[in-house]
T-cell receptor, first 109, second 120 residues
């Protein structure tokens, strides 16, 4: 089976930087996704890591360490619109993704 | 590109009736579509994997006779909730994977906007 852990809630201030961690245990690892989901809406793709290291995309960066079963999503220059749920999802060789429970981020002025 | 639509966006039905939800990939072909269910403040739970032209593969604990999935073409999959009960009330989300793996991120799923089902 697979086990994915991420914090339930986080709060940060507008303009600040926040790091959302995700740890996982899985067999047949084949990539890790981060998605953003606003309440009542479908998830939207943020990033994908399959090799170790940091992937940067504008204000969002994602890091992966396969040996540690660890990833984080880094959000810089936080904006109010970044308040959302952030989902870590692990893809396996079977081609399916298993989602973590999500981290609800609240950005305060 | 890579747009997925769902219809209806919300539906209210009476207990015991059946509801059909459509998932369409609008500008790409999808050999594989996934159906998820999401309860409030919980994550997406995969219900089944739908492959075009073959039977769907259901996750453990999901009743295949209750949640009927049909993937008749490369752009359309349907989920029918049969004999719906109030506990089936949830947010149902489909996603589709582009047949052309060379495009975009490998194994990336494109999500539909979701269907909110309320069973009274």
């Amino acid at each position: 089976g697979q086990n994915i852990d991420q914090p339930t809630e986080m709060t940060a201030t507008e303009g600040a930087i926040v790091q959302i961690n995700c740890t996982y245990q899985t067999s047949g690892f084949n990539g890790l996704f981060w998605y953003q989901q606003h309440a009542g809406e479908a998830p939207t793709f943020l990033s994908y890591n399959v090799l170790d290291g940091l992937e940067e995309k504008g204000r969002f960066s994602s890091f992966l360490s396969r040996s540690k079963g660890y990833s984080y999503l880094l959000l810089k220059e936080l904006q109010m619109k970044d308040s959302a749920s952030y989902l870590c999802a692990v893809n396996t060789n079977a081609g399916k993704s298993t989602f973590g429970d999500g981290t609800t981020l609240t950005v305060k002025p | 590109g890579a747009v997925v639509s769902q219809h209806p966006s919300w539906v209210i039905c009476k207990s015991g009736t059946s509801v059909k939800i459509e998932c369409r990939s609008l500008d790409f072909q999808a050999t594989t579509m996934f159906w998820y269910r999401q309860f409030p403040k919980q994550s997406l739970m995969l219900m089944a994997t739908s492959n075009e032209g073959s039977k769907a593969t259901y996750e453990q604990g999901v009743e295949k006779d209750k949640f009927l999935i049909n993937h008749a073409s490369l752009t359309l999959s349907t989920l029918t909730v049969t004999s719906a009960h109030p506990e089936d009330s949830s947010f149902y989300i489909c996603s589709a994977r582009d047949i052309g793996l060379s495009k975009g991120v490998p194994y990336e799923q494109y999500f539909g906007p979701g269907t909110r089902l309320t069973v009274t």
